[in-house]
């Protein structure tokens, strides 16, 4: 299996500030890598695909980038609606991996 | 409006199985393959399995290959995971989620199920 580790587990940051997120897969995925979005009790949001497509309707501020094993989500700008955690998940083999999380919270 | 629907809560006692239902509007039912993805309560999302609607053919994580089931009926454009054996850790939320390529297993997530509450207790 293709093991996801995201860095950091948890982020303490201010609207309006940047923020990086990494994901490092133990071996390569290419560029089929997604980063999602979850709110509280809510389902995952698909923000980015294919390492650095954004998604439709999602916002210009996420960006992504990276291919074979180094990913990074940046938040650019953030808003009070981005304080959530994420995940990273490939989707180059089987079985499909995510990453552990980093929660975005309010500094 | 695409989306996928999943049915409500469950509570089941250990040993004993769920299926939870997960019915498609607002596209092409076969064209989309449906994953399931599950979380327990306050920890990450772990990838269960993935079907083609269309031929049925499923591949499951290797931590559920010998309890769980995905089947399909087209007619009722709906996807069904079945969970046997449930133990009190399967205690969890349960997704089903689109792949947004058609016809792709190669895919990412783009329409999410709003989950479903499964609790294994004795």
């Known amino acids: 299996d293709i093991q996801m580790t995201q860095s950091p587990s948890t982020l303490s940051a201010s609207v309006g500030d940047r923020v990086t997120i990494t994901c490092r897969a133990s071996?390569?995925?290419?560029?089929?890598l997604a980063w999602y979005r979850q709110k509280p009790g809510k389902a995952p949001e698909l923000l980015i695909l294919?390492?650095?497509n954004v998604a439709s309707g999602v916002p210009s501020r996420f960006t992504g980038s990276g291919s074979g094993t180094e990913f990074t989500l940046t938040i650019s700008n953030l808003q009070p609606d981005d304080f959530a955690t994420y995940y990273c998940q490939q989707y180059n083999a089987y079985p499909r991996t995510f990453g552990g999380g980093t929660r975005v919270e309010i500094k | 409006q695409v989306q996928v629907v999943q049915s409500g809560a469950e509570v089941k006692k250990p040993g004993a199985s769920v299926k939870i239902s997960c019915e498609a509007s607002?596209?092409?039912?076969?064209?989309?393959?449906i994953q399931w993805v599950r979380q327990a309560p306050g920890l990450g999302l772990e990838w269960m399995g993935i079907v083609n609607p269309d031929s049925g053919t499923t591949s499951y994580a290797q931590n559920f290959q010998d309890r769980v089931t995905m089947t399909t009926d087209t007619s009722a454009r709906t996807v069904y995971m079945e969970l046997r054996s449930l133990r009190l850790e399967d205690t969890a939320v349960y997704y089903c989620?689109?792949?947004?390529?058609?016809?792709?297993?190669?895919?990412?997530?783009?329409?999410w199920g709003q989950g479903t509450m499964v609790t294994v207790s004795s």
């Open positions: 071996h390569s995925v290419n560029t089929w």
């Open positions: 607002g596209y092409a039912f076969t064209n989309h393959y």
């Open positions: 294919e390492a650095s």
């Open positions: 989620a689109r792949g947004r390529s058609g016809g792709n297993s190669r895919s990412p997530l783009d329409i």
